[in-house]
C-alpha cells in the first residue's frame, strides 16, 4: 500500500485536501470516499489498506470545510456542492491516470454517515445521466445522516435562522 496526498482545486477554487491508497500491483477496482461530518478521509486509512490488499485503488477528499480542507469551517451552502466537488474530484483522477479509466476497473463509492447522505445527494444528481461521464458499478453507503435523531430545541433552531 502507497499512500499519497495531494491538493485538488474545486471548479470554484477551494483547495480540497485529497488521500489516495494505491495498491502494490494492477488495479483491479477503485473505491471514492465520502468521509462522515467533523472528520477526514485519512480516518478511512485501515479500510484503504484492506482494500488496497484485494487490488483496490482509493481516493477520497476532505469535504470543504472539513478536515485539512479549504473552506468555511463546518459550512456549505448545499449538500449539491458536496457532490458536485466530489464529481469533479472523480472525474479529474480517471482523466489523469489510464489505468483507472472507469471504463477499464469497476468504481465503487463508499459513504458514511454524512458522507453518505454527500453519496446520495451524488448518485441522484448524476441518475439523470445515466452515469455515462462516469459509471459507477455500486455505492455502499453506511448510516446516512438522513435526518438528526435528537430535537433541536426552539433557542438553537431561531438561533440558526
Known amino acids: 500500500m502507497s499512500e499519497l496526498a495531494a491538493k485538488f482545486r474545486t471548479p470554484d ?3 480540497l485536501y485529497v488521500d489516495r491508497w494505491a495498491p502494490e500491483g494492477e488495479v483491479e477496482f477503485v473505491v471514492v470516499v465520502a468521509h ?3 472528520e477526514h478521509v485519512s480516518r478511512y ?3 484503504a489498506e ?3 490488499a484485494q487490488g483496490g485503488y482509493v481516493f477520497g477528499p476532505d469535504h470543504r470545510g472539513q478536515g485539512r480542507s479549504g473552506g468555511s469551517p463546518g459550512h456549505v451552502d448545499g449538500f449539491e456542492t458536496y457532490a458536485a466537488d466530489l ?3 472523480m472525474l479529474d483522477t480517471a ?3 489510464p489505468s483507472l479509466a472507469p471504463n477499464r476497473v469497476p468504481w465503487f463509492l463508499f459513504g458514511h454517515s454524512m458522507g453518505g447522505l ?3 445527494t451524488y448518485l441522484l444528481d448524476h441518475a439523470a445521466d445515466g452515469g455515462r461521464e462516469l459509471p459507477l458499478r455500486g455505492a455502499i453507503i453506511s448510516a446516512p445522516l ?3 435523531t435528537m430535537k433541536v430545541p426552539l433557542v438553537k433552531r431561531l438561533a440558526a435562522k
Do not use: E, P, V
Request: proline share 0%.
Open 13 to 15: 477554487g477551494t483547495d
Open 36 to 38: 462522515g461530518g467533523a
Open 45 to 47: 486509512a485501515f479500510m
Open 50 to 52: 484492506r482494500w488496497n
Open 87 to 89: 464529481h469533479a474530484l
Open 95 to 97: 482523466a489523469k491516470d
Open 118 to 120: 454527500i453519496s446520495l
Open 146 to 148: 438522513l435526518g438528526l
